[in-house]
T-cell receptor
Framework: GNSVTQMEGPVTLSEEAFLTINCTYTATGYPSLFWYVQYPGEGLQLLLKATKADDKGSNKGFEATYRKETTSFHLEKGSVQVSDSAVYFCALRNQAGTALIFGKGTTLSVSS | KAGVTQTPRYLIKTRGQQVTLSCSPISGHRSVSWYQQTPGQGLQFLFEYFSETQRNKGNFPGRFSGRQFSNSRSEMNVSTLELGDSALYLC??????????????FGEGSWLTVV
């Protein structure tokens, strides 16, 4: 079946540090891949996405590349800020009309 | 363009009661889906509606139901509430007709506490 595995947190970093959150997936076919972010007390916000192999999604300094050979979609940011503190979810969707499959989420805490 | 709107944002119910949550999708989006988020189980898919028809359903008991209206607005209902139903319920919408048809956008959620 389809599944998403994320590195477990919490991830604690100092401001301006480099961030990597690992995400690997198992899926049939060619899924679309997503990163969502959830700030305290809020819903999910789409951070970035990639719909085919070798695509790179990017937004607000975050990047992730769809690697089909390693079935991965790792999230990176070169210099994190305190305002990036949140929970990050990796997810996949096989096609429209099917459910998003989420990882368990990774909590990021950035201190100044 | 307004995002996905959910009401109410917060509510407290007693065991055995029922609850109805409402969701207005992004304008033009015809697909609405619902997810439950709990600390223990994470994010779990409840169901999806498209053009007033349930197209997909997750693994939840029959106490959880939903519907979609002709204007694409959706409601979900939970009957005979249990303590374990306490969760954040997230509504999401997408538009299969757009270039980003596979992208799902979420609302702020409805926080349900069952006491």
């Amino acid at each position: 079946g389809n599944s998403v595995t994320q590195m477990e947190g919490p991830v604690t970093l100092s401001e301006e540090a480099f961030l990597t959150i690992n995400c690997t997936y198992t899926a049939t076919g060619y899924p679309s891949l997503f990163w969502y972010v959830q700030y305290p007390g809020e819903g999910l916000q789409l951070l970035l996405k990639a719909t085919k192999a070798d695509d790179k999604g990017s937004n607000k300094g975050f990047e992730a590349t769809y690697r089909k050979e390693t079935t991965s979609f790792h999230l990176e940011k070169g210099s994190v800020q305190v305002s990036d503190s949140a929970v990050y979810f990796c997810a996949l969707r096989n096609q429209a009309g099917t459910a998003l499959i989420f990882g368990k989420g990774t909590t990021l805490s950035v201190s100044s | 363009k307004a995002g996905v709107t959910q009401t109410p944002r917060y509510l407290i119910k007693t065991r055995g009661q029922q609850v109805t949550l409402s969701c207005s999708p992004i304008s033009g989006h015809r697909s609405v889906s619902w997810y439950q988020q709990t600390p223990g189980q994470g994010l779990q898919f409840l169901f999806e509606y498209f053009s007033e028809t349930q197209r997909n359903k997750g693994n939840f008991p029959g106490r959880f139901s939903g519907r979609q209206f002709s204007n694409s607005r959706s409601e979900m209902n939970v009957s005979t509430l249990e303590l374990g139903d306490s969760a954040l319920y997230l509504c999401a919408s997408s538009s299969p007709d757009s270039d980003s048809g596979n992208t799902i956008y979420f609302g702020e959620g409805s926080w349900l506490t069952v006491v």
